[in-house]
């Protein structure tokens, strides 16, 4: 499988759904395969809260692939050997695209809290943006999970005809409270850390030292990716240690795991950014501009494959439904597909239990649904 | 009703699981009702994590009754008419019994970080010792929900023949990673923010102030409290205000209720006793120092009334089903009875939807369950 990693960059200004604009801009994005002379192999891939644009194959020195290295490759569900593949950082996250830590043109300091809010409407114009610099005014298939679903929706709406197939899993329509909560413990977290000089940390300070808010942030954002039965099977009620009276005052294996990943996560992933991209999380809401998500859906030409995970907790099942049943309620249900996958891991099942999956994936792809 | 509140001292060494010891000791309890001559007609509360031993009726300049007023109370499904109603304060608690600022004997300092670990099995002991006190050896019954419940289940385990019936809602025999989960987002929240200083908090600071921490832990545990359903109806996506661009910039309905709960609570709730409690919480087994929980429940003589709530997502409802199911192994059907409350409010419905069991209740102490 070809990888190459690259830096678009964009002097144009990006005019922002908030009435702002960002100006100039990069995007950093990865490809898999190679594009055919039509044109018409390209799949684009969004990417969630934490990812970024590097969804699958091996880095040097990488401990782990892209995070949907199980589904992306050759002769995988996603087929780089027939399908030229395109994932993108979306602006405001912080793995090389344009974010609150880039510098803000013209001073040579960054951003900071002065940093636009953009949405997922906003992070899907300048994937548009970005595919069209390249050549690409069409695509076989967008597909995303979680915040990657939400863009694969907007896609659907925003583009009509854009994308032959849309792909979004474990995701809304609109983001529930339940969501909003989650993200609230850890922008509060954020916010009221110290550390965090009210975004004018150090950034190098925070890589070798993580930033405990963040941190804190994280372990809460675990729990909702997971669920009782994942955690149950995980860690049960086990000690990391057995020494002295360690029923007592052990530390359980699910405290050491939210450690360890919460604060590893803080060492490498910027605050602000995270403050931003849940904030994009939160107010997004398909129908927005709409008088109903009906409305909205009126426009859409894709076909809709919408995978819901049984005990994904974060984003119930039933909200995809709800999507289903407002293409039924206006006569699309030609334009829609929903699949649900019987597992109890939780949210991240998307992202861990794709065997579960990928065959349904591989005949949407494949043209057999 | 009549409502007494009262402190007992006790000079007498309280052995902890641990192996440590707590002396002197005290413990505020709060009474409803009146002792009648056979003393049989006690019903023993037992609070939760956040609660008190004012669990009914109105203080001078209450803005709120006691936890549980809906339930106890003249001609409520907890009479007071009939029943002789005591609620403590479980040690290690912040409103009156002995925690971790009471004053560690001989000094005149606060325990603080060298307060012992407690255990549910040690909050019960203390309460048993000063129900003997009183001269109560035996009670009508013991109720409690989430952390309360637990008290209850330990009670029957513990001292057996002690409460003729046991009732335990929201609650579970062992506690789940799940819940330690949250609680651990809780603790690293306050032992990792500057102001709780490992514990040398100034106590009047704190209550001014609050502390940041405690805050964003209490948030945290409010999502666990919650359910999907209960917050979509108590916010759903409202927007606090609606000024200019509200839709991308404004604070949602459900950021502000954490907030103002968040930020209240770490006013007036001791970080300390947040520590040790949930720690209490995470290490509650029914069944350590036995070879299996139905080895434990071996030894019940209380009829078991087992409350589940349908869409409590900090305890399952299977959870409690696990202890109908061990007694029925053990061929103790007759001891044991579970009721499920069909309620999608989550945890909190057994403060918040009282209405739902408080009939069921009444027929179990009415003798008629």
Chains 1, 2 share one sequence.
């Not at 450690?259 to 849940?278: A, H, M, Q, R, V």
Request: aromatic share 14%; charged share 25%; proline share 4%.
């Amino acid at each position: 499988m070809k990888i190459s990693t690259k830096k678009a960059k964009f002097t144009n200004p990006l005019y922002l759904e908030s009435g702002r604009i960002l100006e100039p801009y990069d995007i950093v994005y990865e490809t898999y395969g190679a594009l055919n002379e039509k044109k018409d192999n390209v799949i684009l891939v969004c990417h969630a809260l934490s990812g970024s644009h590097h969804a699958a194959g091996w880095y040097k020195g990488d401990r782990k692939p892209g995070w949907w290295d199980s589904l992306i490759g050759d002769g995988k569900a996603i087929d780089t050997k027939k399908f030229f593949v395109i994932c993108t950082n979306v602006i405001g996250s912080c793995f090389g695209s344009t974010g609150p830590m880039s510098k803000m043109y013209p001073t040579n300091e960054p951003y900071r809290l002065k940093f636009p809010v953009v949405t997922i409407k906003d992070m899907v114009k300048a994937q548009k943006i970005l595919l069209s610099k390249l050549g690409i005014d069409r695509v076989y298939a967008v597909i995303g999970g979680s915040m990657g679903g939400m863009q694969a929706l907007r896609f659907a709406v925003d583009y009509p005809g854009f994308a032959k197939k849309v792909i979004a899993l474990a995701t809304t329509h609109a983001t529930r409270p339940w969501v909003i909560a989650f993200n609230k413990v850890a922008q509060e977290a954020i916010l009221k850390d110290p550390n965090f000089k009210n975004g004018d940390y150090d950034p190098k300070e925070i890589r070798e030292n993580g930033l405990n808010g963040l941190a804190i942030g994280r372990m809460a954002g675990h729990i909702s990716y997971l669920s009782h039965y994942s955690m149950d099977r995980k860690f049960g009620r086990d000690y990391v240690t057995n020494e002295g009276l360690y029923e007592l005052f052990g530390r359980f294996e699910v405290e050491r795991y939210l450690e360890y990943n919460g604060y590893n996560f803080s060492k490498f992933f910027d605050p602000l950014s995270y403050l931003y991209i849940t904030k994009a999380i939160n107010i997004f809401d398909l129908s927005r501009g709409f008088d109903s998500l009906q409305e909205a859906l009126e426009v859409v030409k894709s076909k809709l494959y919408l995978i819901g995970f049984e005990k994904d907790l974060l984003f119930l099942p039933e909200e995809l439904k709800e999507v289903k049943e407002a293409m039924r309620d206006i006569g699309k249900d030609d334009l829609v597909e929903y699949y649900e996958v019987k597992s109890d891991y939780g949210h991240d099942a998307f992202l861990v239990e794709v065997d579960k999956f990928s065959d349904y994936i591989n005949a949407i792809l494949e043209g057999n649904r």
